[in-house]
């Protein structure tokens, strides 16, 4: 049986519109369960739906800063849904130790910079203030440390001398996708296949 797959955003989707293509097209060994974003309004839940995969949208704010309860839900949603990995794709919640702890080597993050550079917010303006000549992007593990579980794969990109946070930012999502599909993949053969 394939894993199934629950993808979590917050904005735009694009991460997690090529990951469900890439899975659609069998170039990811698994399924494409659930897309829960914990904002209502995130672009990429549109997508999800004209991509045929079911969303739930779990508003944070409703649970006025308690967030046990926000993950308590959350949990009881992937439960449900009887997912085997969760992907972060542009989700920009900080999950608590004990929800990570639960899904111990089960959640990845894709992240807009070459950890452990640039963990946190910002990642291109301050890859820029810094005047590096290369930035990229990075899959991990997600543990209780903020970026700073496993890396399992990495792709660089230059940085051009006229370059704003909003090109790169760009031009690093390029490659985000390519890398995001060739990592999940790679995890679930290694999961999976033995
Ligand atoms: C991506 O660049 C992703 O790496 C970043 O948010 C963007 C989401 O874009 N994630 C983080 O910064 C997590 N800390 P998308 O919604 O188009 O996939």
Not at 12 to 38: D, E, F, Q, T, Y
Not at 52 to 79: M, W, Y
Not at 138 to 148: A, F, K, M, P, R
Request: charged content about 20%; glycine content about 6%; aromatic content about 4%.
């Amino acid at each position: 049986m394939k894993p199934r797959i629950a993808i979590l955003i917050s904005g735009g989707g694009s991460n997690m519109v090529s990951l469900v293509n890439s899975m659609k097209s069998n170039r990811i060994n698994a399924l494409p369960a659930i897309v829960i974003s914990n904002n209502p309004n995130a672009a990429g839940l549109k997508k999800a739906s004209e991509l045929d995969v079911p969303t739930i949208s779990i508003d944070h704010k409703i649970f006025n800063g308690n967030r046990e309860a926000f993950e308590e839900t959350l949990n009881n949603t992937l439960q449900r849904e009887t997912i085997d990995i969760i992907c972060l794709a542009g989700f920009m919640r900080i999950l608590s130790h004990s929800f990570i702890n639960q899904w111990d080597n089960k959640i990845l993050n894709i992240h807009p910079s070459l950890l452990p550079k640039y963990k946190g917010l910002n990642t291109h303006q301050r890859a820029i203030d810094a005047s590096d000549k290369i930035t990229g992007c990075s899959v991990h593990i997600v543990t209780s440390e903020l970026d700073g579980g496993l890396v399992l794969g990495q792709k660089s990109v230059n940085i051009s001398s006229d370059e704003t946070a909003q090109t790169l930012a760009e031009k690093v999502l390029v490659e985000e996708h390519v890398l995001y599909s060739k990592i999940l993949d790679d995890f679930i053969n290694n999961i999976y296949v033995q």
